[in-house]
């Protein structure tokens, strides 16, 4: 599988940004995906992830309530809405796919990933 992010870009605090991610493969239904952020001098961290299975998601507290991951097994492509953005969002987003659920949450031993996209929130 082989994994494309985009949509990121520059929004004021309190706006919003669609990101995107589309896979190549046949297997992209069977993989579970997640989202991960590495801001500035920061260490990678795990952002949302949803299950192929039920649909079952999964946040990082700081986000819960203002992001939404959600995924498209007919287009191949996992999608994260982030609503209600704060300077502290800033990072650049990568998506990744891997067969174990929970995901690993420093994104360690994950089996695939995207080149990350730039997310900036200005205040």
């Known amino acids: 599988v082989q994994l494309q992010a985009s949509g990121g870009g520059l929004v004021q605090a309190g706006g919003s940004l669609r990101l995107s991610c589309a896979a190549s493969g046949r297997t992209f239904s069977t993989y579970y995906m997640g989202w991960f952020r590495q801001a500035p001098g920061k260490e990678r961290e795990f952002v949302a992830a949803i299950r192929y299975i039920d649909g079952i998601t999964d946040y990082t507290n700081s986000v819960k309530g203002r992001f939404t991951i959600s995924r498209d097994n007919a287009k191949n492509t996992v999608y994260l809405q982030m609503n209600s953005l704060k300077p502290e969002d800033t990072a650049v987003y990568y998506c990744?796919?891997?067969?174990?659920?929970?995901?690993?949450?420093?994104?360690?031993?994950?089996?695939?990933w995207g080149k990350g996209t730039l997310v900036t929130v200005s205040s």
């Open positions: 990744a796919a891997d067969r174990v659920w929970p995901l690993n949450l420093s994104g360690y031993g994950m089996d695939h």
